[in-house]
């Protein structure tokens, strides 16, 4: 799925309301405390990849970083080399790179993460979305921040979508990403207004975050889907875009189109509040097993349609 630049953490210029977080990570590093492996936990689009991506840029390219107003300059040697992911001192992992990990790929990355610095500065081994690595790379990469050189740095972006095994967490400093309401709102209008996003959900009732909006309006927008329209034509339209993408966010925009589905039912009709809710959580029993099993797509819009 192809999405506008701006999407790309990296590239976010601006850190919208996470300064105190920032201040922190700040602190840790200049006073030499910065733990061995951190771990930022919180919903997906809290800001915890862009938090990282903003210290990353004052520890290399202060230069060219405005700590006051927490933003950078597009143009500096360090940003095209971030941007392409060739400086020797930052290491990006996704969780999509160890679907299939072998154990030469483990041995490649220990190489590479073990390899001398070719500057003293340090080296920030960054493993984004960790709650979905397969448990052998977890279990190889719980030896890494285990047994850590000088100068390496762990930093995990843990979205919180499933369990993380216990070991891995243990050995971290959990740093918790968690937006207020008001801040939520806050951050999203901001985007909305840097942008000029054309919202066709709405901001302060979603309960998304400022991540996930932006993500979610720009799809709904590219597919024509407006939420006042027929819930079941509009999941349809879902189901095959997850078919033909494979891409997890639409698994995330089919269980907000139901949710927001079975709320607006019931704030119009208080008094079958208990029937939608059972009927609710039929739906989401039967797409959670559809995603599960990988079952027939007509079979789980046929029963629910008879459900509804």
Do not use: W
């Amino acid at each position: 799925m192809t999405l506008p630049v701006y999407f790309n953490s990296k590239k976010t210029s601006n850190l919208f309301g996470l300064k105190e977080n920032f201040k922190f990570l700040k602190n840790l590093y200049i006073k030499d405390k910065l733990p061995r492996a951190l771990m930022l936990s919180g919903k997906k689009g809290s800001g915890k990849s862009t938090l990282v991506n903003h210290f990353l840029r004052f520890c290399f390219d202060k230069e060219n970083y405005n700590e006051e107003a927490n933003e950078f300059n597009h143009v500096s040697a360090f940003n095209n080399q971030f941007l392409n992911n060739i400086h020797s001192n930052i290491i990006y992992l996704l969780a999509s790179d160890f679907k299939n990990i072998s154990v030469e790929d483990i041995r490649n990355l220990k190489n590479k993460i073990y390899q001398t610095s070719i500057s003293d500065m340090p080296r920030f081994i960054i493993l984004d979305d960790v709650e979905l690595f397969n448990n052998n790379s977890l279990n190889a990469l719980l030896k890494m921040i285990e047994e850590p050189t000088k100068n390496n740095y762990f930093f995990l972006i843990n979205n919180k979508n499933k369990p993380l095994i216990g070991t891995v967490k243990s050995r971290c400093l959990e740093v918790k990403i968690f937006l207020k309401n008001a801040d939520r709102i806050n951050i999203t209008n901001s985007l909305i207004k840097k942008f000029q996003i054309d919202p066709v959900i709405n901001s302060e009732t979603s309960d998304l975050t400022p991540g996930q909006f932006i993500k979610f309006n720009y799809i709904f927008i590219q597919n024509k889907i407006y939420l006042n329209e027929d819930f079941s034509k509009n999941l349809c339209i879902f189901l095959d875009l997850y078919k033909k993408n494979k891409d997890r966010i639409y698994i995330d925009m089919i269980l907000f189109l139901a949710d927001s589905h079975f709320n607006d039912l019931i704030g119009n009709n208080l008094s079958l509040k208990e029937d939608i809710i059972k009927d609710r959580n039929y739906v989401f029993e039967n797409i959670n097993k559809f995603f599960l099993y990988n079952l027939n797509q007509n079979a789980l819009l046929n029963s629910i349609d008879n459900k509804i």
